[in-house]
């Protein structure tokens, strides 16, 4: 099993930036890609950014790019993702997930990853 722990969320005007970590802890070594999605009131959870931990390939989703950039420290277990340029339309929780299934290419759809953390709110004021 693998446990993961979302941190960093909070309330942040437009056009700022915000740091969310994830933390997995358990058979981590079993953990081949982790990503973020996340899901506004009304809405379906989507993708925003994944990352190979083997070699770091990464992939975003349009409605973010050039605004995020995620990254891991292997040493830690942990994964980051940081937002800049933040709109309203980036409220939302943002959930960290991990695919512990072999891939050589990075997952972007939800159900290819296996574990999931609690969520961590992000609101972005106008």
């Known amino acids: 099993q693998v446990q993961l722990v979302e941190s960093g969320g909070g309330l942040v005007q437009a056009g700022g930036s915000l740091r969310l970590s994830c933390a997995a802890s358990g058979r981590t070594r079993s953990i081949y890609a982790m990503g973020w999605f996340r899901q506004a009131p009304g809405k379906e959870r989507e993708f925003v950014a994944a990352?190979?931990?083997?070699?770091?390939?990464?992939s975003y989703a349009d409605s973010v790019k050039g605004r995020c950039a995620i990254s891991r420290d292997n040493a830690k277990n942990t994964v980051y993702l940081h937002l800049n340029s933040l709109k309203p339309e980036d409220t939302a929780v943002y959930y960290c997930?991990?695919?512990?299934?072999?891939?050589?290419?990075?997952?972007?759809?939800?159900?290819?990853?296996?574990?999931w953390g609690q969520g961590t709110q992000v609101t972005v004021s106008s």
């Open positions: 997930a991990a695919d512990d299934g072999y891939t050589r290419m990075v997952p972007t759809t939800a159900y290819k990853y296996d574990y």
């Open positions: 990352i190979l931990l083997s070699d770091g390939s990464t």
